[in-house]
Protein backbone atom coordinates (compact mmCIF):
# COMPACT_ATOMS: atom_id res chain seq x y z
CA UNK A 1 0.00 0.00 0.00
CA UNK A 2 1.38 3.55 -0.77
CA UNK A 3 0.28 6.26 1.19
CA UNK A 4 0.45 9.98 -0.71
CA UNK A 5 -0.03 12.92 1.99
CA UNK A 6 0.57 16.51 1.52
CA UNK A 7 2.52 17.64 5.21
CA UNK A 8 3.06 21.56 5.25
CA UNK A 9 2.33 21.73 1.57
CA UNK A 10 4.74 18.77 0.56
CA UNK A 11 3.62 15.79 -1.06
CA UNK A 12 5.06 13.06 1.36
CA UNK A 13 4.94 9.16 0.22
CA UNK A 14 4.78 6.05 2.47
CA UNK A 15 4.62 2.74 2.31
CA UNK A 16 2.53 1.94 5.19
CA UNK A 17 0.42 3.79 7.81
CA UNK A 18 3.09 2.40 9.95
CA UNK A 19 5.67 4.70 8.08
CA UNK A 20 3.64 7.56 8.49
CA UNK A 21 3.53 7.46 12.24
CA UNK A 22 6.91 7.14 12.36
CA UNK A 23 7.39 9.85 10.26
CA UNK A 24 5.19 12.15 12.25
CA UNK A 25 6.57 11.01 15.72
CA UNK A 26 10.47 12.78 14.35
CA UNK A 27 11.32 16.08 15.78
CA UNK A 28 10.24 19.13 13.14
CA UNK A 29 8.34 16.68 10.99
CA UNK A 30 5.42 18.89 11.01
CA UNK A 31 5.94 21.80 13.07
CA UNK A 32 4.97 24.61 10.85
CA UNK A 33 7.76 26.90 10.31
CA UNK A 34 7.18 30.70 10.79
CA UNK A 35 7.96 32.61 8.00
CA UNK A 36 9.12 36.37 8.71
CA UNK A 37 8.06 38.69 6.23
CA UNK A 38 9.30 42.22 4.59
CA UNK A 39 7.82 45.09 4.84
CA UNK A 40 7.76 47.16 2.03
CA UNK A 41 7.03 51.53 2.29
CA UNK A 42 7.19 54.04 -0.70
CA UNK A 43 11.08 54.39 -0.17
CA UNK A 44 10.36 57.57 0.93
CA UNK A 45 8.58 57.42 4.03
CA UNK A 46 9.71 55.11 7.48
CA UNK A 47 7.65 52.23 7.73
CA UNK A 48 7.73 52.68 11.73
CA UNK A 49 7.17 55.15 13.85
CA UNK A 50 9.33 54.06 17.40
CA UNK A 51 8.23 50.45 17.58
CA UNK A 52 4.96 50.53 15.86
CA UNK A 53 3.81 51.34 12.01
CA UNK A 54 3.63 54.61 10.95
CA UNK A 55 -0.50 53.99 10.49
CA UNK A 56 -0.86 58.29 9.83
CA UNK A 57 1.32 57.90 6.95
CA UNK A 58 0.69 54.05 5.89
CA UNK A 59 -3.13 53.09 5.52
CA UNK A 60 -3.26 50.09 3.36
CA UNK A 61 -1.50 47.19 2.33
CA UNK A 62 -1.23 45.05 -0.14
CA UNK A 63 -2.76 41.11 0.37
CA UNK A 64 -3.30 40.26 -3.35
CA UNK A 65 0.27 37.64 -3.22
CA UNK A 66 -1.86 36.47 -0.41
CA UNK A 67 -5.23 36.11 -1.79
CA UNK A 68 -6.40 39.13 -0.58
CA UNK A 69 -7.24 42.78 -1.59
CA UNK A 70 -4.64 44.92 -3.12
CA UNK A 71 -5.73 47.74 -0.95
CA UNK A 72 -6.63 46.35 2.54
CA UNK A 73 -7.04 49.03 4.97
CA UNK A 74 -5.16 49.41 8.03
CA UNK A 75 -5.21 51.40 10.99
CA UNK A 76 -3.80 49.45 13.24
CA UNK A 77 -1.84 46.08 14.00
CA UNK A 78 -5.48 44.39 14.79
CA UNK A 79 -6.33 45.38 11.00
CA UNK A 80 -3.42 43.57 10.11
CA UNK A 81 -4.16 40.61 12.01
CA UNK A 82 -7.11 40.46 11.29
CA UNK A 83 -6.97 40.82 7.09
CA UNK A 84 -4.77 37.68 7.18
CA UNK A 85 -7.07 35.40 9.39
CA UNK A 86 -9.84 36.59 6.79
CA UNK A 87 -7.51 34.86 4.18
CA UNK A 88 -6.82 31.92 6.47
CA UNK A 89 -3.56 32.41 7.95
CA UNK A 90 -2.35 33.73 11.20
CA UNK A 91 0.18 36.35 12.20
CA UNK A 92 1.81 37.59 15.13
CA UNK A 93 3.09 41.50 15.32
CA UNK A 94 6.13 42.28 17.50
CA UNK A 95 8.06 45.45 17.60
CA UNK A 96 7.77 47.29 14.33
CA UNK A 97 8.83 46.01 11.51
CA UNK A 98 8.49 42.52 13.14
CA UNK A 99 5.35 40.66 11.47
CA UNK A 100 5.77 36.83 11.09
CA UNK A 101 3.51 34.18 9.91
CA UNK A 102 2.83 31.37 12.32
CA UNK A 103 0.21 29.33 10.67
CA UNK A 104 -2.30 28.80 7.08
CA UNK A 105 0.50 30.03 4.65
CA UNK A 106 2.37 27.56 2.26
CA UNK A 107 3.59 29.80 -0.69
CA UNK A 108 6.58 31.45 -1.09
CA UNK A 109 5.72 35.38 -0.91
CA UNK A 110 7.86 36.87 2.65
CA UNK A 111 6.91 40.51 1.90
CA UNK A 112 3.75 42.97 2.16
CA UNK A 113 3.67 46.48 0.67
CA UNK A 114 2.25 49.37 2.56
CA UNK A 115 0.45 51.71 0.52
CA UNK A 116 0.55 55.50 1.60
CA UNK A 117 -2.11 58.03 1.41
CA UNK A 118 -0.45 60.21 -0.27
CA UNK A 119 -1.92 62.36 -3.10
CA UNK A 120 -1.99 60.24 -6.28
CA UNK A 121 -1.53 61.24 -10.35
CA UNK A 122 -2.96 58.55 -12.71
CA UNK A 123 -0.67 58.56 -16.08
CA UNK A 124 -2.96 59.41 -18.94
CA UNK A 125 -2.07 59.65 -22.40
CA UNK A 126 -2.91 61.17 -25.35
CA UNK A 127 -3.75 57.89 -27.44
CA UNK A 128 -1.76 54.85 -26.24
CA UNK A 129 -1.75 54.07 -22.31
CA UNK A 130 1.35 55.40 -20.73
CA UNK A 131 2.22 52.44 -18.79
CA UNK A 132 3.25 49.12 -20.33
CA UNK A 133 4.01 46.24 -18.38
CA UNK A 134 4.62 48.85 -15.01
CA UNK A 135 6.89 51.01 -17.05
CA UNK A 136 6.50 54.06 -18.93
CA UNK A 137 6.23 54.00 -22.38
CA UNK A 138 9.13 57.06 -23.04
CA UNK A 139 8.83 55.67 -26.84
CA UNK A 140 5.24 57.04 -27.57
CA UNK A 141 5.39 59.75 -24.56
CA UNK A 142 8.01 62.44 -24.24
CA UNK A 143 6.11 64.85 -23.13
CA UNK A 144 4.61 66.03 -20.04
CA UNK A 145 1.51 68.77 -18.81
CA UNK A 146 2.16 70.45 -15.68
CA UNK A 147 0.35 73.42 -16.29
CA UNK A 148 -2.53 72.13 -13.85
CA UNK A 149 1.22 72.65 -11.30
CA UNK A 150 2.12 76.28 -12.51
CA UNK A 151 4.45 74.94 -14.96
CA UNK A 152 4.28 74.23 -18.86
CA UNK A 153 4.82 71.64 -21.16
CA UNK A 154 8.01 69.99 -19.92
CA UNK A 155 9.98 67.08 -22.27
CA UNK A 156 10.57 63.94 -20.68
CA UNK A 157 12.41 60.65 -21.31
CA UNK A 158 13.24 59.16 -18.06
CA UNK A 159 11.57 58.91 -14.51
CA UNK A 160 14.23 61.15 -13.58
CA UNK A 161 13.27 63.93 -15.63
CA UNK A 162 9.67 63.83 -14.26
CA UNK A 163 11.27 63.85 -10.94
CA UNK A 164 13.17 67.14 -11.52
CA UNK A 165 10.42 68.52 -13.59
CA UNK A 166 7.84 68.88 -10.35
CA UNK A 167 10.88 69.66 -7.85
CA UNK A 168 11.31 72.48 -10.41
CA UNK A 169 7.47 73.57 -9.27
CA UNK A 170 8.22 72.90 -5.69
CA UNK A 171 6.82 69.05 -5.87
CA UNK A 172 8.55 66.15 -4.17
CA UNK A 173 7.53 63.17 -5.50
CA UNK A 174 8.21 59.21 -5.63
CA UNK A 175 7.20 57.35 -8.68
CA UNK A 176 6.14 53.36 -7.41
CA UNK A 177 4.47 51.05 -10.33
CA UNK A 178 3.61 53.87 -12.90
CA UNK A 179 2.09 55.78 -10.51
CA UNK A 180 3.15 59.95 -9.27
CA UNK A 181 2.87 59.67 -5.58
CA UNK A 182 2.96 63.19 -4.23
CA UNK A 183 5.38 63.44 -1.05
CA UNK A 184 5.15 67.04 -0.65
CA UNK A 185 3.86 70.14 -2.24
CA UNK A 186 0.70 71.74 -3.07
CA UNK A 187 -1.18 68.87 -5.49
CA UNK A 188 -3.66 71.49 -5.72
CA UNK A 189 -6.03 68.88 -6.59
CA UNK A 190 -4.68 67.20 -8.97
CA UNK A 191 -5.52 63.38 -9.86
CA UNK A 192 -4.11 62.82 -13.17
CA UNK A 193 -0.59 63.49 -15.11
CA UNK A 194 -0.73 64.11 -18.88
CA UNK A 195 1.62 62.59 -21.28
CA UNK A 196 2.43 63.80 -24.87
CA UNK A 197 4.25 63.23 -27.70
CA UNK A 198 6.00 65.91 -29.16
CA UNK A 199 7.67 65.86 -32.52
Given at each position: ??L????????R??????????????????V???I????????V???????D?D?T?????D???Y???A??????N??I?????????T????DC??????????G?E?T???L???????M?G??????V??D?D???????????????????A?EQ???D?????G??I????CV??????DD???????????S
Amino acid sequence: MILKIYIRGRLRIFRSFKDYFAALLKPGCCVYQPITLTLLGNGVDPICDGTDIDFTVYTEMDLSPYGGDANTPITSNQDIIDAFADLGITVSIGDCPDIVITAGYYGEETTVQLLPLLPMLAMVGDVEPVCVDGDIDFVNYNAIDLTPFGGGIEAVASEQDIIDAFDAEGLTIVIIDCVVYITAGDDRGQTELQFSLTS
